[in-house]
């Protein structure tokens, strides 16, 4: 493994210092969400106490401070993400807000009776559901490209998929369950030679990857701040923004408009044309915290290093009997999901929180992917860079205990 130093990465976390029913906390759940540095709940709690006014509004002190800040954020995520202007970021309440949000004005721009949008089968139900609704609103059709055995998304289908009638391709970075890393920049090529847009579901995948939205030529990706270490209810919307102009807004309110009148209501320009009511401005600072965090850190050795803990994860685990992994294909970062024969995975997830293993289980927001795999729900390890080996190995000791217990 390389040289990643998470003895020093750790003691930035408050939350993994703590003991639960007397053990060490082990957390390996941080798929579901992540634990924040200390940077992140001092800029949160700073502004709460001493930095808070709403945004865009008022001329005082505090306010002018606040919408400075919440811009800068928004600069931050620019950079982060390499967009091309600010204008290109939308803050949301995360992922599932930002998915919603271009269904309902995607969908009321572009799609109409019979059109399609395509999704894959190893899609979060956030980037299912929303487009589902929309269907049904407009009477149009989903289509879905299926995964192989390994998890791979099998883009061969994908090509005869897509019709002219395909209004937009809808693709996680990285699945939730499998933790395959999916060939974006080559599917979004795939997709715009038949002139379809794309939308990149980057929840996992901004988390575990350096993202160059526009390396990757997407049209939109969408993340969550509270998997990338900052507070929830915080989340991006990125859109080129030649899409972005020509989509209606969605909400109305406060801060989108330019003028309003009983006649006639303008919008504001871009980003704020999506931003209505108070923005959650002390939410977009803790993510600009985060994401200045995360460039203080060696990233690109934390990235190799949770890639190199998924993979020893994955060996460890299989020395235990009867355990099957989903999502084998390279490259794989960030989850490991399975079940055990005979072991039911609520029960052993129960097991091991009285150890202070914190692991996710169920269907994983991702029923269609359990149906593929024939399984009801399943046990998902999620290691993050604070994670350690011997952390791994606890929990691979844990479980072989709690099959026996189960079984017995
Ligand atoms: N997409 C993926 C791949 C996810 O993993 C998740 C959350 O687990 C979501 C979407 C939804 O994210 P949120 O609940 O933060 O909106």
Redesign the pocket.
């Known amino acids: 493994m390389n040289t990643f130093d998470f003895t020093t990465i750790r003691r930035d976390f408050p939350a993994l210092q703590q003991q639960v029913y007397g053990r060490p906390l082990i957390y390996l759940d941080s798929?579901?969400?992540a634990q924040k540095p200390q940077c992140v709940t001092d800029t949160v709690n700073d502004m709460h106490r001493r930095l808070n006014a709403n945004i865009h509004r008022a001329v005082h002190y505090l306010a002018t401070q606040c919408t400075e800040r919440y811009e800068q954020a928004r600069e931050t995520v620019r950079r982060f993400i390499h967009a091309r202007a600010t204008q290109e970021v939308v803050f949301t309440?995360?992922?599932?807000?930002?998915?919603n949000l271009l269904a309902f004005s995607f969908g009321e721009r572009w799609v109409g009776v019979d059109d399609e949008i395509i999704v894959t089968e190893a899609?979060?139900?956030?980037?299912i559901v929303p487009w589902q609704l929309l269907c049904e609103r407009k009477g149009a059709r989903l289509k879905v490209v299926p995964v192989d055995d390994a998890g791979r998304l099998q883009t061969n289908v994908l090509a005869t998929l897509i019709s002219e009638k395909t209004r937009l391709l809808c693709i996680?970075?990285?699945?939730?369950v499998l933790g395959v890393v999916n060939p974006v920049r080559e599917i979004v090529r795939l997709a715009h030679t038949h002139g379809v847009p794309t939308l990149v579901?980057?929840?996992?995948?901004v988390v575990h990857q350096p993202v160059d939205v526009q390396e990757m030529d997407c049209d939109f990706y969408?993340?969550?701040?509270?998997?990338l270490y900052a507070p929830?209810g915080i989340?991006v919307l990125y859109g080129k923004e030649k899409q972005l102009e020509q989509l209606p807004p969605w909400q109305g309110g406060g801060d989108m408009i330019a003028s309003v009148s009983f006649d006639k209501t303008t919008f504001a320009e871009l980003p704020l044309k999506f931003e209505a009511g108070t923005a959650n401005y002390i939410g977009a600072c803790g993510l600009a915290s985060a994401i200045d965090y995360l460039a203080s850190i060696p990233l690109a050795a934390a990235h190799r290093y949770e890639q190199e803990l998924a993979a020893y994860a994955m060996r460890q685990l299989s020395t235990i009997e009867g355990l099957q992994i989903y999502g084998e294909a390279a490259p794989k970062t960030g989850v490991v999901s399975f079940t055990i024969a005979g072991v039911h995975p609520l029960d052993a997830a129960a097991i091991l929180d009285k150890s202070g293993i914190a692991v996710r289980t169920g269907h994983?927001?991702a029923e269609p992917l359990m149906r593929r795999f024939g399984v009801q729900g399943m046990l998902r390890v999620s290691p993050a860079f604070y994670n350690t080996p011997v952390e791994i190995d606890t929990l691979v000791v844990a479980l072989k205990t709690a099959k026996k217990m189960l079984k017995a």
């Open positions: 798929a579901a969400t309440s995360g992922t599932t807000a930002a998915i899609e979060h139900h956030s980037n996680t970075h990285i699945s939730n579901d980057g929840a996992q995948g969408v993340f969550s701040g509270h998997k929830t989340g994983l927001c």
